[in-house]
C-alpha cells in the first residue's frame, strides 16, 4: 500500500457564506501550531484533509462545514 493513502485522514469540505472566511490547519505533536491558512470569499468552497502533519482545522467566520458526521454551520 502507498505510504500515501495509509496516513489520509478525513476529508472537510469548507464552504464560505460570507466573505473572508479564515482556515487554519494547525499541526501534529508535541506543540500546536498554525502551519497553513487560507482565505475564502463568499461561494467559495475549499476541501482539506487531516494528514500526518495536519491534527485540526480552525475556522473563522460564516461558513458550511460538510463531514461524513454531518453538516455545522460556523459564525451564527
Same mark, same amino acid.
Not at 482539506?48 to 454551520?73: C, D, P
Given at each position: =500500500?502507498?505510504? &500515501?493513502? &495509509?496516513? &489520509?485522514?478525513?476529508?472537510?469540505?469548507?464552504?464560505?457564506?460570507?466573505? @473572508?472566511?479564515? /482556515?487554519? @490547519?494547525?499541526?501534529?505533536?508535541?506543540?500546536?501550531?498554525?502551519?497553513?491558512?487560507?482565505?475564502?470569499?463568499?461561494?467559495?468552497? =475549499? /476541501?482539506?484533509?487531516?494528514?500526518?502533519?495536519?491534527?485540526? /482545522?480552525?475556522?473563522? @467566520?460564516? &461558513?458550511?462545514?460538510?463531514?461524513?458526521?454531518?453538516? /455545522?454551520?460556523?459564525?451564527?
Amino acid at each position: =500500500m502507498n505510504d &500515501a493513502l &495509509a496516513i &489520509a485522514g478525513e476529508y472537510v469540505v469548507v464552504k464560505a457564506l460570507d466573505n @473572508g472566511v479564515t /482556515i487554519i @490547519g494547525l499541526t501534529r505533536g508535541k506543540d500546536t501550531k498554525f502551519h497553513h491558512t487560507e482565505k475564502l470569499d463568499k461561494g467559495e468552497v =475549499m /476541501i482539506a484533509q487531516f494528514t500526518e502533519h495536519t491534527s485540526a /482545522i480552525k475556522i473563522r @467566520g460564516r &461558513a458550511e462545514i460538510m463531514t461524513k458526521h454531518g453538516i /455545522i454551520t460556523s459564525g451564527e
